[in-house]
């Protein structure tokens, strides 16, 4: 099993930052990638951003260039930063833990991300 927790989510001005982090607990060493997945009202839930265990990193075209995605093993937490938000990135943020063998997903409980305009 593994638990994710996480947070920093909130309400940011159109072109402000917030940074997500993910804590995870657990059985982390059969985890080979991180992510961050949003649900916007009405939309289906979608990828972000995915870390692997070896740092390759891949991102929606929408946040290329805006967001980032890190890791701090030592910590066993992903971040998410995300610079010049916009009002359509407003949506829940969840964590994703991928383990690999036998392959399933384990998800965190999300976290509200809300930007005026």
């Known amino acids: 099993q593994v638990q994710l927790v996480e947070s920093g989510g909130g309400l940011v001005q159109a072109g402000g930052s917030l940074r997500l982090s993910c804590a995870a607990s657990?059985?982390?060493?059969?985890?080979?990638?991180m992510g961050w997945y949003r649900q916007g009202p009405g939309k289906k839930r979608e990828l972000v951003a995915q870390?692997?265990?070896?740092?390759?990193?891949n991102y929606a075209d929408s946040v290329k260039g805006r967001f980032t995605i890190s890791r701090d093993n030592a910590k066993n937490t992903v971040y998410l930063q995300m610079n010049s938000l916009k009002p359509e990135d407003t949506a829940v943020y969840y964590c994703?833990?991928?383990?690999?063998?036998?392959?399933?997903?384990?998800w965190g409980q999300g976290t509200q991300v809300t930007v005026s305009s």
């Open positions: 870390i692997t265990n070896g740092g390759r990193t």
């Open positions: 994703k833990a991928q383990r690999s063998w036998p392959l399933y997903d384990y």
């Open positions: 657990g059985s982390i060493v059969s985890v080979n990638v």
